[in-house]
C-alpha cells in the first residue's frame, strides 16, 4: 500500500525548506502516462531473475524494491509528473553503473537516471516501469587542485557539500542555485544548470573540464581531463553536458573552481517599472564593471507571495520591481564604495527607489533566501506551471501582463522573476490545481509568443519529459535530425531515460 504523503515526511525526516515544500500537499499526483496520454514503448519488463542478476552485483541496500521506499523516486519536485517504477538501483561506483546497464541494454530494459530530482521538467522521474538509477551513494570527492582549481568528483556529490568543501580550500563552486541543498553535480552537468550568477562565471559547458560516462551498453568514456586547453579531436564531454541523461550517465565530473572572492556585497533595491530595471542592469554592467557577480530581478508579487508564504522578513517596502545585485571582488572598501556609489547615483536618477546594501553574512543570506525560495513558494499555495523561457532582454517581461490577461481569474497569480542578466525569465502560473484546460491556454501560447522573437523554450531547466513536444519552436530540424542521429548512435535500443527530450515521429 501506498503510504501518505504526510506520513512520508515523517519517514524521511524532512527537515529544510526545499523538502517541506515538495511533501507539502496530501495528494499523490496523477500517473504522468495517464495525466499527458503516452504510450509505453515496446521495452522489457523486470522479472524475477532481473533482480536477481542485480542483488548479484550489487548488495541489498543497493537494491531498492519496496513499494513506499520507491514513492520518492517516482515523483518530481513539483509533484506533477509521477512514474510507476518498481526498482531503484544505487550503484556505488563507475564500475556497477556500467554493470547495470550492460545488463539493461541487453534485456531491453529502460532506464532513469536521477540526481538530486530536483528537475523541473520532469525529466528526473520515470515516466512507466523504467528502473530508477539513483546516484545518491555516488558522492566521493576524488581530487581537488587548488593551484589551477580544478575538482574532480563522482556525480552523485551534492552541489552545496561541494561548495562547502572547496571554501574550506579558497575556492568557490562556478555555479550556486535554490536547490544546491539537494542537486547533485551529475544532475547540475546533465541540465548543463544555469543558477544565480552564470552572469559572472559562465555556464557549465565553460567550467566544466571533463566528464566520465558510461554508455547505454556499458562502455565507460573517460574524458576526464582536467586541463583547460585540450583541443585534441572532438569535444566529447559536451555530449553528456545538457543531454539529461538520454545519451549516457555521468559518473564522474572535473569542474573548475574559481577563487572566494575576499568581498562580496549585496543590494535589494525597489523600482518603479520594467524599464528601469533595464537601464539599471545597463549601469551595473558600467559602472560595477568587472565585481559584478548576479543581476536578479523579481515582481512585487514574486517577492510579496513568497515572503507571505513563507513568513519571511521583507528588507524593504513594495515596489513593482525587485533587482538584487551582488559583486565578488578583492577589495572589501573598493567594491563597497563602488556599490554605495551606484546606489547613491542610480537613486538620484531615479532608477532606484529605495534600497539596501550589506556585506554582513547573515543579512546577505537572508536576502538571497527570499529570492531562492520563490521557486518553492508558489506550491504551498496550490499547483504551478512554471516556464524557464530565454528571452532579448528588451521583451523580457512582456509576457507576464499579457498572461495576467489572458488567464483573468483562471489563475491565482501570475509572476516573473529570474536571471535579467542572462535574459532568462521564469514564469510562474499559479492555479488551485492541476487542470488541463488551463494547460491549454498556457500552452502553446507562451512557446508561440516566445519562437515569435527567436527566445528559448527553456533557458535552463531543460526539455525533460514535459517539453519534447515544445522543442521544434527553438530548433530547426536539422538539428532535431541530428540530436536524433545521436541517439541512435549511443543509445540504439533507447534505453536511456526515454520519453525525454526527443520528440517522437518526423520533424
Ligand atoms: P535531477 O533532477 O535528478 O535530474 C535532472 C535531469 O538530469 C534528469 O533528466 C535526469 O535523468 C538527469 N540526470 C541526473 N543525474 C544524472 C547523471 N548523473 N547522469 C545522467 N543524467 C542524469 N536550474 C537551473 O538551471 N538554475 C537554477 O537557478 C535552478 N534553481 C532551482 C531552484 C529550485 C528550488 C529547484 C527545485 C530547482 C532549480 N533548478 C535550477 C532546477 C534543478 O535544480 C537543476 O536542473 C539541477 O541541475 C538538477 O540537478 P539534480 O541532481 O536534482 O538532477
Ligand atoms: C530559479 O531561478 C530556478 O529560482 C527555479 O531556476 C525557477 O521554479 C522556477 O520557476
Ligand atoms: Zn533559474
Not at 212 to 235: F, P
Not at 277 to 303: P, R
Not at 489 to 502: A, H
Request: glycine share 8%.
Amino acid at each position: 500500500m501506498i503510504k501518505s504523503v504526510k506520513s512520508l515526511v515523517q519517514l524521511m525526516g524532512k527537515s529544510n525548506i526545499l523538502e517541506q515544500v515538495r511533501y507539502a500537499s496530501q495528494a499523490l499526483p496523477q500517473f504522468s502516462s495517464e495525466k499527458y496520454h503516452i504510450k509505453r514503448k515496446n521495452f522489457g519488463t523486470i522479472e524475477s531473475a532481473d533482480i536477481g542478476f542485480f542483488k548479484s552485483i550489487l548488495s541489498e541496500e543497493q537494491v531498492v524494491t519496496d513499494e513506499s521506499d520507491i514513492l520518492p523516486y517516482n515523483i518530481d519536485w513539483i509533484k506533477n509528473c509521477r512514474g510507476q517504477s518498481n526498482l531503484v538501483l544505487k550503484p556505488k561506483n563507475t564500475e556497477e553503473v556500467s554493470k547495470i546497464l550492460k545488463y539493461c541494454n541487453s534485456r531491453r530494459l529502460a532506464v532513469c537516471p536521477q540526481g538530486g530530482n530536483t528537475g523541473l521538467v520532469g525529466g528526473s522521474v520515470p515516466v512507466f516501469d523504467e528502473i530508477v538509477l539513483s546516484f545518491a551513494l555516488m558522492n566521493n570527492i576524488v581530487s581537488l587542485d587548488d593551484l589551477s582549481g580544478s575538482l574532480v568528483c563522482e556525480a552523485g556529490c551534492i552541489l552545496e557539500t561541494l561548495d562547502n568543501y572547496v571554501r574550506e580550500r579558497g575556492l568557490i563552486m562556478p555555479l550556486d542555485l535554490g536547490a544546491k541543498g539537494t542537486c547533485h553535480i551529475g544532475g547540475n552537468a546533465s541540465t548543463n544548470a544555469g543558477g544565480l550568477r552564470l552572469l559572472r562565471y559562465g555556464n557549465l559547458h565553460g567550467s566544466i573540464l571533463g566528464i566520465e560516462a558510461v554508455k547505454a551498453d556499458g562502455t565507460i568514456v573517460d574524458c576526464l581531463r582536467t586541463l583547460k586547453k585540450d583541443n585534441t579531436g572532438y569535444h566529447l564531454k559536451h555530449l553528456f553536458i545538457g543531454s539529461e541523461g538520454t545519451l549516457g550517465l555521468v559518473t564522474k565530473v572535473a569542474i573548475h573552481c574559481p577563487v572566494l572572492p575576499n568581498a562580496v556585497n549585496l543590494g535589494f533595491f525597489g523600482v518603479e517599472s520594467f524599464d528601469n530595471v533595464l537601464k539599471l542592469f545597463k549601469s551595473a554592467k558600467s559602472n560595477l564593471g568587472e565585481i559584478l557577480s548576479a543581476f536578479e530581478m523579481a515582481d512585487f508579487d514574486a517577492i510579496n507571495s513568497t515572503v507571505n508564504s513563507l513568513n519571511l522578513p521583507k528588507p524593504i517596502s513594495d515596489f513593482p520591481f525587485y533587482v538584487l545585485v551582488e559583486t565578488h571582488g578583492s577589495d572589501e572598501t573598493h567594491d563597497n564604495e563602488k556599490l554605495m556609489k551606484f546606489l547613491s547615483q542610480e537613486m538620484e536618477t531615479g532608477l532606484i527607489s529605495d534600497g539596501t546594501v550589506t556585506s554582513e553574512p547573515s543579512k546577505m543570506k537572508s536576502i538571497w533566501n527570499i529570492r531562492e525560495s520563490i521557486a518553492g513558494s508558489g506550491l504551498t499555495v496550490g499547483y504551478v506551471f512554471k516556464y524557464d523561457v530565454s528571452i532579448p532582454q528588451k521583451n523580457y517581461y512582456d509576457l507576464v501582463p499579457r498572461l495576467k490577461t489572458r488567464m483573468g481569474d483562471k489563475a491565482l497569480l501570475i509572476y516573473g522573476y529570474g536571471h535579467v542578466g542572462d535574459g532568462n525569465i521564469h514564469i510562474n502560473v499559479v492555479v488551485p490545481e492541476y487542470n488541463s484546460e488551463v494547460a491549454s491556454l498556457l500552452e502553446p501560447y507562451i512557446f508561440e509568443e516566445v519562437s515569435k522573437v527567436n527566445g528559448s523554450v527553456s533557458a535552463e531547466h531543460g526539455i525533460g519529459f514535459r517539453k519534447p513536444k515544445y522543442i521544434h519552436y527553438s530548433k530547426d530540424p536539422s538539428a532535431l535530425q541530428l540530436m536524433k542521429d545521436l541517439k541512435q548512435l549511443m543509445d540504439p535500443n533507447g534505453i536511456l531515460n526515454p520519453y525525454k527530450v526527443l520528440p517522437d515521429g518526423p520533424n
